[in-house]
């Protein structure tokens, strides 16, 4: 018999859902998909939705609604995240979106989140040589970008209020790319990190460091590695200077909606010069050099999570 269950992540840059038979241990995805919505680009200053970015969210869930069908409500488990989590008018779109999803939403923190993202990556089975280990977790999304520190589970972890979509609206002025606005992101990413580098004490650097392997996930780290083209021990992998060979490649193009590089999936092309600027301040701040890809993140971990409680 076949016991379905479904993660959906309301994002920041995408929607997403994810059905799995549960009768598999621990489970086998039956199907996935994912939409682009870019929910933060409809923040104000004041953290206020537009009513258009709202209308545009909640019509993208009701196509992907009838993914959830055959799925029971009571093992459809949905988050959203930072996007809802700061706009002041969340209940707005949170209201009609438990009626289209059948379900309750769940409003993660910033920690919240930080901490199913390393579940959901130390599940990956391709990172098993790397689970002895410290891990440096990395996942950039479209509002907030999330380290975790631990080796089975979390021992530090943040969310920082830097995502691709919102620093694409912050540092890429009429949406035009030049290596002024690259490296004004950059810094502006470096500088976020620098000031979480020391603990209450004023040691410095002390919170992210004592790591063996850094390992990031999601979509912006998949599309940046999968343009570095670089492989260990069945491990994909992006380097200092596969990032150097990016920054050129992003360079060439004008504007935002211009980035179209093969291998790269159509709709995240806009997005990717903010999140190579973020990842490249962190690289900075942290004095990395090689990072690996997990396929494990955010919806893997909701799903992990949920279904040990059953």
């Not at 018999?1 to 479904?6: D, E």
Request: hydrophobic share 45%; glycine share 8%.
């Amino acid at each position: 018999m076949t016991y379905l269950a479904a993660a959906i992540d309301l994002g920041s840059n995408s929607f997403h859902v994810t059905v799995v038979d549960t009768s598999h241990v621990p489970y086998r995805v039956v199907s996935r998909i994912g939409e682009k919505v870019q929910l933060a680009a409809g923040l104000n200053e004041h953290n206020v939705l537009s009513q258009e970015s709202i209308e545009r969210g909640l019509e993208c869930l009701v196509r992907l609604a009838p993914m959830l069908e055959k799925v029971s409500p009571k093992h459809r488990f949905v988050v959203a995240t930072n996007t809802l989590r700061v706009a002041q008018n969340r209940a707005d779109f949170i209201t009609a979106a438990k009626v289209i999803l059948g379900a309750d939403i769940n409003v993660l923190s910033g920690e919240e989140e930080a901490a199913l993202i390393f579940t959901g990556v130390t599940s990956d089975l391709a990172i098993a040589p790397h689970k002895p280990f410290e891990k440096l977790v990395i996942d950039i999304g479209g509002g907030s970008t999330e380290l975790v520190l631990g080796k089975n589970s979390p021992n530090q972890l943040q969310s920082f209020p830097m995502g691709c979509v919102a620093f694409s609206h912050d540092y890429f002025p009429q949406r035009k790319i030049n290596n002024a606005h690259l490296q004004n992101a950059i810094e502006a990413a470096q500088a976020i990190i620098e000031s979480s580098k020391s603990n209450s004490l004023g040691a410095s650097e002390a919170i992210w460091s004592g790591w063996q392997v850094c390992i990031g996930s999601s979509g912006t780290m998949k599309a940046l590695i999968a343009l570095s083209a670089l492989e260990e021990g069945g491990m994909a992998y992006l380097n200092r200077a596969s990032m150097a060979n990016i920054e050129q490649q992003l360079l060439a193009f004008d504007y935002l909606d211009d980035v179209s590089i093969e291998g790269v999936r159509g709709d995240r092309g806009e997005v990717l010069p903010a999140g190579y600027a973020i990842l490249m301040g962190i690289m900075r701040s942290l004095n990395l050099d090689r990072i690996y890809f997990s396929t494990g993140a955010l919806r893997e971990g909701v799903l992990l999570k949920a279904l040990q409680k059953k």
